[in-house]
C-alpha cells in the first residue's frame, strides 16, 4: 500500500463511515468500525517514522501539500485514539436519542476536519480544515436544537470562533502580500510584527484565550461525549498546535505576547471555576486554564512542553468530561433541571464504583500530582516559565509566579468538585432508582484513567520530559538543582488541604455553603460572572451593531445618493455628448465631405477643351477653401 493511499484511509475513513452510518440503523458501529481501522492505520504510520509529503500545484506561485512528521503523526493517534473511546462510549450514551445517526455523521465529518488540519503544513489549506472543524463543532453544539438556549448558544460560540478566524485569515494574507513562505517548516525566516500577532489572535479563538474565552462555556449545551472529543481533547488544541508550528517563526515580542496572554487566561480560568457549582463548566473553565498553560509554554519557548501537555490533557480531561457525562445521566432521573449541579450531588462512590475511580484518576492528574501524567507535563511548563524569567529577569517572574500559584487554585477545585460530586450523604434522594453501570461506559472511562498514570510518559515519576518529546524530534533537557518541581508539590498539597478542610463531609463550611453558595466577596462575585467577559461581549455586539446600522444609513443617505447622481450624470453627459459629435463634428465633416465629392464629380467630367469653365470652378474651389479657414 503506497503512502498517499495510507494517508487518504486515515482521512476520510471516519467521514465514510459517518455517511454510511447515516443512511443505516447501525450507525453507532458502522462509526466505531471506521475509526478503528483509521486508528490502526495510524498507528503504522506512526511506528513508520518517516517524514511523508506530497505536493500539487494548485495556482501559479501556491504549492498545496500534505505533510506529516513525527508531531503529526502523534496527534494524529491521539486524535483517532480519543475519538474512537468517545465513540464507544456515544454508542450506549445516545442509544435512546432520536437522532443518534445525525449525531455520528457529525462526529464523522469532525474528525475527518480534525485529521486534514494535522496533515496539512500549508496555511491556505490549514485554514480550510480549520474552518471545516469550527463547522463541524457549530453542528455538533446545536445538536439538540430543539431546547430552547441551545441554538443560540451555538450561533455565540460560532460568531466568537469567526471573529479570531478573520484574524487569522487577515494574517495568512499580509504573509501571502508580504511574499512570505506560506508553508509551515520550511527556512524559519521570522515573520512581521502585524501578521505574526494576526496569526496569534487566530489561535487564540481556536484554543479559547482571553478575551474568546466565553464560546467555550456556550459550547457545553452540546451532548457531554462531544465536549470529551470537541472541547477538551481535539478541537480546543488546534490553536496551540498551530502555535508551536509557526513559533518558530514569530518575533520575540510576539511570543512575549503569548506568554502574557496565555498566564493570563490560566490564572483566571482557574478563578472562575473556583465559583462554579455546574460541573460541566467547572471542566471547561478548567481546560481553558489548561489551554493557557500550553499557550504560556509556547510563548517562554517551551513548545515541547506544551505538546507534552496538549497530549497528556487529552486522556484526563476527556475522561473528566466523559464521567461528567456519566453523572449528569445518573442525576437526570431524579432532578431533570438540576443535573449539572453539584450541590445536589454527593454519595455518587456506592452509584457509580467504575465512573468514580477513574474520575478520581483523571482528576489527581489535572491537580498535578507525582504518579500522575500531569505533574510531568505541568511542571515542564513551569520549569520552561522558570528558566525564561532567569534568562529575561523583572516582568517575566510575575509570569512565573502567577503559573505556580495557579496549580493551587487547580488543586482546589479539583478537590472540591471530587468531594462534592462522590463524597458524603447523597443529597438527592436516589433510594427508588436502581443503576448500573454499563460496560460501553465504564470500558472508555478506564482506559483514559489508566492513560493518566505516569508510566506511560515516563518511567521517572518525578521527572518533567517524555520519550515522546524525544521521538517528536524535541531534545531533552535535564535540569538539575531547580526548585520548581517541589514548590508545584507544595502548591498541590496545599490546594488538596483548603479544598478538604472546607469540603469535607461533614464540614461546617460545607453545610453553610450548600444553604447559602453564592459569593459574597467582590471577587467571588466577579469570577461567578466571568470577570464580566460575557457583558463585554454583549459591549462589543452593541457597538458592531451600531457600527452596521450607521454604515447602513451611509449607503443609503450619502453613498447610494452619490452613485445615482454621478451615474444620471453620466447618462445625460452622455447624450449631450452624442448631440455635439452628432451636430457639431459629425455634420461640418460630412458637409465638407459632400462638397469635396461634388466638386470631384464636376472637375471628373470636363474635358480638356473645356478650360475656361474648368478655371472657373477652380476658382469657386479656391474661394470656398478660403472661406472655410477664415469662418472656422
Sequence with gaps: MSELILILIILFLPLLSGLVGFISKYSSIISIVGVSFSFLFSLVLAFDRKVIRFEWLWVEGVVFSIHIDRISSVLIVLVNLISLLVLIYSSRYMEEDNGDKRYFAFLGFFIFSMLGLLMTNHLLLLFVFWELVGLASYLLIGFWYQKESVPASARTSFMINRIADTSLLAGIILLFRDDFDLTIG????????????????????????????????????????????????????????????????????????????????????????????????????????????????????????????????????????????????????????????????????????????????????LAGLPLFSGFLSKDSILLGAWLFATKTGSWAYIISDLAIFTTLLTAFYVARMVLLVFFGTPRTNLTNYKYRESKRLYFPLVILGVFSLFIFFNLNPLGHSS??????????????????????????????????????????????????????????????????????????????????LAAAYLDRQVIDPMLHFVSIGSVVGSKVLALIERFMVDGPVNLSASILAFLGKRFAGLSARDGQTQIIWLLVMVILILGWFILF
Design 186 to 365: 520550511s527556512e524559519p525566516i521570522l515573520w512581521t510584527i502585524l501578521p505574526s500577532i494576526l496569526i496569534a489572535v487566530g489561535a487564540f479563538g481556536k484554543s479559547a484565550q482571553l478575551p474568546f474565552s466565553g464560546w467555550l462555556l456556550k459550547a457545553m449545551a452540546g451532548p457531554t461525549p462531544v465536549s470529551a472529543l470537541i472541547h477538551a481533547a481535539t478541537m480546543v488544541a488546534a490553536g496551540v498546535y498551530l502555535l508551536v508550528r509557526v513559533s518558530p517563526f514569530l518575533p520575540q515580542e510576539v511570543l512575549n505576547f503569548i506568554a502574557i496572554i496565555g498566564c493570563l487566561t490560566s490564572c483566571y480560568a482557574a478563578i472562575c471555576a473556583i465559583v462554579r457549582h455546574d460541573i460541566k463548566k467547572v471542566l471547561a473553565f478548567s481546560t481553558i486554564s489548561q489551554l493557557g498553560y500550553m499557550v504560556l509554554g509556547i510563548g517562554v519557548g517551551a513548545a515541547d512542553a506544551s505538546l507534552f501537555h496538549l497530549i497528556t490533557h487529552a486522556f484526563f480531561k476527556a475522561g473528566l468530561f466523559l464521567g461528567a457525562a456519566s453523572v449528569i445521566n445518573f442525576m437526570c432521573n431524579a432532578r431533570k433541571n438540576d443535573s449539572r449541579d453539584m450541590r445536589y450531588m454527593g454519595g455518587l462512590t456506592s452509584k457509580l464504583p467504575w465512573t468514580c475511580r477513574s474520575f478520581i484518576l483523571c482528576s489527581l492528574a
Design 467 to 548: 520519550y515522546l518529546i524525544e521521538y517528536m524530534g524535541f531534545p531533552i533537557q535535564h535540569l538539575e538543582g531547580s526548585i520548581i518541581p517541589f514548590l508545584s508539590i507544595l502548591m498541590v498539597i496545599s490546594g488538596f488541604v483548603l479544598a478538604f478542610s472546607w469540603f469535607k463531609p461533614g464540614a461546617k463550611y460545607t453545610t453553610t455553603y450548600l444553604k447559602n453558595s453564592q459569593p459574597k466577596s467582590g471577587l467571588g462575585i466577579f469570577a461567578l460572572e466571568g470577570f464580566q467577559l460575557g457583558e463585554l461581549y454583549r459591549r462589543v455586539g452593541i457597538a458592531i451593531y451600531k457600527l452596521s
